[in-house]
T-cell receptor, first 117, second 109 residues
Framework: NAGVTQTPKFRVLKTGQSMTLLCAQD?????MYWYRQDPGMGLRLIHY???????AKGEVPDGYNVSRLKKQNFLLGLESAAPSQTSVYFC????????????????FGPGTRLTVL | SQQGEEDPQALSIQEGENATMNCSYK?????LQWYRQNSGRGLVHLIL?????REKHSGRLRVTLDTSKKSSSLLITASRAADTASYFC?????????FGQGTRLTINP
C-alpha cells in the first residue's frame, strides 16, 4: 500500500495563476482532508470530505475549492493564487467514525510545498 | 481557532532523559490523539486515548488524560536522537480533528 500520496511535491506559482493539488489514498478511507501548515504553526483545516461526492468547509476555506469525484481522490484547487497562500499543504484520510474512536486516526501524505510569488 | 494548546512550545533535553509535553483543550472530546512530525514530513499518528480512559501506553510512550482539567500529557521515556520532532495533540469533534500548534522537541546527543 502506498498510503496517502500527493502530487506535486513542490510548486512555484505567480500571483493570479491557478493550480490543482492531487491527493490519492489506497486504504478505502471514507474521510479525506486538506490542511495548510505555515512556519511554526499547527495544521489548519481548509476543506474536508466525508464521502465521495461530498465536501465541506474547514477553518480557512477562502481562496480554495475542492472536489471528491472518486472515493480515493481529493483535489484542492487554487483559482487565483495569492502570496498569502504560500504554505505547505497536507492531505490526510481516515477510515470513518463509529469504531469507538479508532476510525478517527488520520493518515497523512508527505506534503506539497507551494510558493506564490 | 485552536482547540488544543501544547506546552511547552519548545523543549531541549539530553539523550536518555525523559520528555514530557502537555496539551490543554477547551471543549468536551470523544478522544485525543498525539501525532509526530519530523522536519519537512507529514504527520504520523502515535497514540489515541478515548475520553473514558485515563492512561495509555505504547512502547516508550505514555499518555494521560484528565477530562476534569481538560488536559493531556505525553511522556517519552529514554529519549533518542530519532525522537527529535514536533509533537501535536489533536482533539476529535464531529467528522474532523483540530490540531494544536505543537511542541518542538530536540534531543541532544
Amino acid at each position: 500500500n502506498a498510503g496517502v500520496t500527493q502530487t506535486p511535491k513542490f510548486r512555484v506559482l505567480k500571483t493570479g495563476q491557478s493550480m490543482t493539488l492531487l491527493c490519492a489514498q489506497d486504504m478505502n478511507h471514507e474521510y479525506m482532508y486538506w490542511y495548510r501548515q505555515d512556519p511554526g504553526m499547527g495544521l489548519r483545516l481548509i476543506h474536508y470530505s466525508v464521502g465521495e461526492g461530498t465536501t465541506a468547509k474547514g477553518e480557512v476555506p477562502d481562496g480554495y475549492n475542492v472536489s471528491r469525484l472518486k472515493k480515493q481522490n481529493f483535489l484542492l484547487g487554487l483559482e487565483s493564487a495569492a502570496p498569502s497562500q504560500t504554505s505547505v499543504y497536507f492531505c490526510a484520510s481516515s477510515l470513518h467514525r463509529g469504531l469507538a474512536g479508532e476510525g478517527d486516526t488520520q493518515y497523512f501524505g508527505p506534503g506539497t510545498r507551494l510558493t506564490v510569488l | 481557532s485552536q482547540q488544543g494548546e501544547e506546552d511547552p512550545q519548545a523543549l531541549s533535553i539530553q539523550e536518555g532523559e525523559n520528555a514530557t509535553m502537555n496539551c490543554s483543550y477547551k471543549t468536551s472530546i470523544n478522544n485525543l490523539q498525539w501525532y509526530r512530525q519530523n522536519s519537512g514530513r507529514g504527520l504520523v499518528h502515535l497514540i489515541l486515548i478515548r475520553s473514558n480512559e485515563r492512561e495509555k501506553h505504547s512502547g516508550r510512550l505514555r499518555v494521560t488524560l484528565d477530562t476534569s482539567k481538560k488536559s493531556s500529557s505525553l511522556l517519552i521515556t529514554a529519549s533518542r536522537a530519532a525522537d527529535t520532532a514536533s509533537y501535536f495533540c489533536a482533539t476529535g469533534g464531529a467528522q474532523k480533528l483540530v490540531f494544536g500548534q505543537g511542541t518542538r522537541l530536540t534531543i541532544n546527543p
